[in-house]
């Protein structure tokens, strides 16, 4: 509950700081994770509140970044940069509630852990290499940034 607080804390700030494109982001940031928690509240078949734990607020978060991310992309092809840049803003703003990201040379050491952990030779072996790294790296490492760095260890050296 501690991350969803500071969210609201921080939303409370922006408005009153007249932070625009701040209290936006966080405001869509708080309506996500009240959907989530209504998801959850269903699943479980709950009559009361059924708060997210910070983890699954971490995975709303990292959800919500994805989504700037294909956005940015679209909008970077379709000639449209200062939709793109907007969206860029909104990213960084959602960044700070995730943890620390990896180093990407401690990012390496993981993987290749993991490569040996389920003796991974080829590509087509990444998907265990990835189901065994995910619950690892959540939110402490970009999904893409994991899967180039399988990628390249599990592609064949032409010497």
Request: glycine share 4%.
């Amino acid at each position: 509950m501690a991350l969803k607080q500071q969210i609201q804390g921080d939303l409370t700030e922006s408005v009153m700081d007249k932070e625009e494109l701040r209290s936006s982001v966080l405001r869509l940031l708080l309506a996500a994770i009240l959907n989530k928690e209504k998801e959850k509240r269903y699943k479980l078949k709950e009559d009361k509140d059924v708060p997210l734990i910070d983890e699954e607020i971490i995975d709303v978060i990292l959800s919500e970044i994805k989504k700037r991310r294909e956005a940015i992309e679209l909008y970077e092809k379709g000639g449209r940069h200062e939709l793109a840049d907007k969206e860029k803003k909104e990213a960084v703003m959602l960044q700070k509630y995730l943890p620390e990201q990896m180093p990407e040379e401690e990012l390496g050491k993981i993987v290749k852990e993991a490569i040996k952990k389920v003796g991974a030779k080829e590509q087509k072996d990444m998907g265990k290499v990835m189901q065994e790294l995910m619950p690892k790296t959540k939110g402490k490492a970009d999904a893409s940034l994991i899967s180039k760095i399988v990628k390249e260890l599990l592609t064949p050296k032409n010497d």
